[in-house]
RNA sequence: GGGGGUGUAGUUCAGUUCGGUUAGAACGCCGGCCUGUCACGCCGGAGGUCGCGAGUUCGAGUCUCGUCGCUCCCGCCA
């Protein structure tokens, strides 16, 4: 018995042909005569009928099947009877009469019923993922993340980027996230890392002349997970010589463009709106702003900083910030609703949430009384207030109040319903900060990573003002999430040891970690750059799921663990010593 | 490391407020009946370490403490 057909390709036109189908049952219905079994594969379902009058033998044969055996059956294609079609399934018109049946495998009765709108707890389906796998969503997100993948192969391959691997084991490096760390049993006592990206590598070849590398890399961290992030996960990684970041925004566009009409069938329209690092956080309060919805953040800080309101004078005068964000029409929201909202901006930090709601004559607010009419009428203005509004304020730092403000705006935009959820909106976010302070470590901290290269007309300010100077890197955004970052690159050793030293490294430690990057800097670089999407993060958004672990074959748990096979897991003693490691008693 | 949610039948849940006889429902499973269903229908049945461990109590699914899993978030993630 051979497969002739899949089970969602049978239409009216294959009425009487002789097929054979292989695949799961999806459900038996026994009407104690005529047996009705649906069959699936991956690509849909078919109905197969055993008829006693048709065939007794193969209709006895089939009383024993279950759900989720594998069987083969070979049969005719028939139309079915007036009225009796099935609109709900692609292959409705036509069943398909059972002429011969095989019981490839049996199987006990699943853990968990193979469809979408049983919702089973998420630890009952990583345990038994081969069936969690089975069910249709998870079906079309892996396939369309193999869709993705592909059109991506094929656009990066038409345009001359070239694909290379390069090394899971390598060494550890200071900066970035903690690494997975690989001991060597020929090298007893030290440790490879997991990339945690394929960064220096890529360089490396743009410096041996490959000008243009691409790569479907797995990327490795030791971080906490989240909804969006695997401690393994998945980059559509690209490095090219020769070029300026324009050039680089230009081609990620024309990928992700490539991925939307071949993939997703849709126009995107490109180029994507650019906005500077510091527009964004003026006016959305984070680095990756969601632009489906307006509600933008407006500053007050020069109005507040003499009032009579002495919390938001303070803080002004203290160096922070005090920002608005007016929610329109939202007068009605109640008081538990707002205390809810300070509840929210106080996980970022923010010490305080103050509001007005805006009367026809007067506002209703508790510090309404501290400002000035003249006060009052300058904030009217900035927050373009109205009657029926709701205003929102956060003073504290600068970061924290963004951070605050920023994250109640998403918030909001979802809790008002003023998100289309339909719509795609990518832009870039460009001139990072260069590096940022690390109040922890009491030192500079690259914010992108240390190769990234500093905006020429900013040089002088390295030694002198270094958290004003800005970088070429540049993040795209789609929907408020980061899908990809990148940079142009340092290409000189002078400037790369210059950037070494600003992030408080000796020229011993930076000679000693990344002297093979140094000297291969040395060794005619040429310019470049690159860019790497967050490959699960992209699939996640197209296929429109909420965790990255619903576009995964065979995610980990936030604990990083895996709860099919149960890593990870002790190891013999004999494995120990052949490491040189011993575990350290509790 | 911290905060929130959650854990009861194979699965999804109710029961926990205010401790009390035999822990329920739906779906699934098993058996019987049924020749046109497609969430087939009807009848019957089996199925429980109430996550785990202590404690309080005459008595704990229910109260207390601890612990573990899953999950969302903060920190962290160049």
Known sequence: ???????????????????????????????????????????????????????????????????????????????????????????????????????????????????????????????????????????????????????????????????????????????????????????????????????????????????????????FRDEDLRADRQPEFTQIDMEMSFVGEQDIMCIAERLVQTIFSQVLEKNLPAPFPQLTYEEAMARYGLDKPDTRFGLELKEISDIVKDSGFKVFADVVKKGGIVKALNAKGCIDLSRKEIDDMAGFVSVYKARGLAWVKVREDSWQSPIAKYF???????????????????????????????????????????????????????????????????????????????????????????????????????????????????????????????LFSALGMSPETYEEKFGFLLSALDSGAPPHGGIAFGFDRLVMILAGQNSIRDIIAFPKTQKAACLLTNAPADVSPAQLEELSLRIRKQ
């Open 1 to 219: 018995m051979r497969r002739t057909h899949s089970c969602c390709r049978l239409g009216a036109d294959d009425a009487g042909s002789e097929v054979v189908l292989m695949g799961w049952v999806q459900r038996r219905r026994d009407h104690g005569g005529v047996i009705f079994v649906d069959l699936r594969d991956r690509e849909g379902i078919t109905q197969v009928v055993f008829n006693p009058e048709f065939n007794p033998a193969v209709h006895d044969k089939a009383q024993s099947i279950r759900n989720e055996f594998v069987i083969g059956v070979r049969g005719k294609v028939v139309r079915r009877l007036e009225g009796m079609a099935n609109p709900n399934l692609k292959t409705g018109e036509i069943e398909v009469m059972a002429d011969e049946l095989r019981i490839l495998n049996r199987a006990q009765p699943p853990v968990f019923q193979i469809e979408d709108n049983a919702e089973v707890s998420e630890s009952i389906r990583l345990k038994h993922r081969h069936l969690d796998l089975r069910r249709p969503t998870l079906q079309k997100n892996i396939i369309l993340r193999h869709r993705i993948a592909a059109a991506a192969r094929r656009f990066l391959d038409e345009n001359g980027f070239l694909e290379i691997e390069t090394p899971f084991l390598t060494r550890s490096t200071p900066e970035g996230a903690r690494d997975y760390l690989v001991p060597s049993r020929v090298n007893p006592g030290q440790f490879y890392a997991l990339p945690q990206s394929p960064q220096l590598f890529k360089q490396l070849l743009m410096i041996a002349g490959f000008d243009r590398y691409y790569q479907i890399a797995r990327c």
């Open 372 to 498: 000035s009419e003249a006060e009052k009428q300058a904030l009217a203005e900035r927050v373009d207030m109205a009657p029926g509004d709701l205003v929102f304020f956060v003073a504290d730092q600068p970061r924290i109040t963004n951070d605050a403000l920023g994250h109640l705006r998403n918030f909001l935009g979802e809790k008002l319903g003023l998100i289309d959820h339909s719509a795609y909106n990518f832009l870039w976010v460009t001139h990072f900060p260069l590096m940022e302070y690390d109040e922890e470590e009491k030192r500079f901290q690259a914010l992108h990573h240390p190769f990234t290269a500093p905006l020429e007309e900013d040089y002088g300010k390295l030694e002198t003002d270094p958290l004003n100077v800005r970088s070429r890197a540049y993040d795209m955004v789609l929907n408020g999430s980061e899908i990809g970052g990148g940079s142009i690159r340092v290409h000189q050793r002078e400037l790369q040891e210059k």
